[in-house]
């Protein structure tokens, strides 16, 4: 089920934070505001259930993420219950969940439940897409071009995920040839309809590939245990010239793993994905926010954190075509309190025109400002 509204209470540089999220959610602002503390919580959350002592506990040491220990989680500035950390889910569905945990006196690495705290038995936590298998996370930390794809069946063939270690999607070229012969669970993510009947899913993360850089093709060899990456490119009447991906663009490698997460994500998933844009051209940038608006529109809930306008205007563009409804679309800004100096998610609205209306200061203005020195306005 979907998460429509989540909140935080004392985290970090969250006070008080409460975000109404919708099937594509973009997470924007200034560094050091909080967007990444958000998708961190829902990580401490999803892997502290994986480790089956949740709720009861919750531990800030992970494999996909690194919190620290618990003085450095607690916000200072929280006036209301300063020693308490909450987390509330909210699901389209009506069920709805509440976790609040004590935070100790010194250092230590997990936080004790509330003994009024309800309790939820694991198959109620599992109808949300936070605790259940539809889900993905792919961090900042992307794995670039590598001379050797790393292998895991536990990870990869008993769970579908990409990534084990700090969202790396370490997985991405195995999982690709694992399961690159199934058909992938949307078929409106088709790369062109008209054109294209094969709908699996190396067919069609191939196919995108081309939307980042044209003509582009993909190989895969398996060696024993080891897995090697290739991409090729041909000019018409000559044969495939085949490079290894130490030798091909950053970017593309970076940005497969994306493609591969969306393209195998069913209805019902749940996408967490950190700089989609990183080291992609801003054409790349357009083609990569049209799937992610697609599988939005047909029932993955997927969360951005991005520094990129080519994203949001992706997004906006999206909706002006008709690929995505307003209400799919929900936009925050953040920003620092200046006097209690927590995080602050501002909602942006979006006006009849599919533009950003009001947008704060510092909302990628920055563009403005020097055209406007350059032209000596």
């Not at 540089?13 to 958000?38: E, F, Q, R």
């Not at 997460?261 to 054409?283: M, T």
């Amino acid at each position: 089920d979907m998460i429509e509204r989540y909140k935080i209470h004392n985290f970090k540089i969250h006070g008080d934070t409460d975000l109404s999220l919708s099937n594509l959610s973009i997470l924007t602002g200034m560094n050091g505001m909080g967007k990444s503390s958000v998708i961190q919580s829902m990580l401490m959350l999803r892997e502290s259930f994986l480790k089956g002592e949740f709720p009861q506990t919750v531990n800030l040491r992970g494999e996909s993420f690194q919190i620290g220990q618990s003085s450095q989680l607690v916000n200072w500035n929280t006036a209301v219950e300063p020693h308490l950390l909450r987390i509330s889910i909210m699901q389209d569905c009506g069920c709805n969940f509440d976790f609040a945990y004590q935070y100790p006196l010194g250092d230590v690495t997990r936080l004790n439940q509330l003994p009024s705290a309800v309790f939820y038995s694991r198959e109620e936590l599992e109808k949300c897409s936070l605790f259940s298998g539809y889900f993905q996370y792919l961090s900042a930390f992307r794995d670039g071009p590598q001379s050797v794809y790393q292998t895991d069946t536990a990870v990869v063939d008993d769970h579908k995920q990409l990534s084990f270690k700090m969202g790396r999607g370490e997985f991405a070229v195995y999982f690709l040839s694992r399961f690159g012969d199934e058909n992938i669970p949307i078929q409106e993510l088709n790369f062109n309809c008209d054109e294209i009947e094969d709908l699996s899913l190396r067919t069609q993360t191939e196919a995108w590939l081309t939307a980042i850089s044209p003509d582009i093709r993909i190989n895969i060899e398996q060696r024993s245990t080891e897995y090697f990456l290739k991409f090729g490119y041909r000019k018409e009447g000559t044969p495939m010239k085949w490079i290894d991906a130490l030798n091909t663009g950053f970017g593309i490698t970076y940005v497969l793993s994306v493609l591969v997460a969306v393209l195998f994500a069913p209805k019902g998933s749940l996408v967490l994905i950190e700089n989609p844009e990183a080291h992609i051209h801003p054409a790349a940038q357009a083609a990569l926010m049209k799937l992610i608006s697609r599988a939005a529109e047909h029932g993955v809930q997927i969360i951005l954190e991005t520094h990129s306008d080519h994203v949001i205007n992706g997004a906006l563009v999206a909706l002006k075509k008709g690929e995505l409804k307003e209400t799919h679309l929900a936009v925050y800004y953040f920003d620092r309190n200046r006097d209690t100096m927590n995080a602050e998610a501002i909602p942006l609205a979006i006006g009849k025109n599919c533009r950003i209306k009001d947008a704060p200061q510092g909302f990628f203005d920055q563009m403005k400002m020097d055209l406007e020195t350059l032209f000596g306005f």
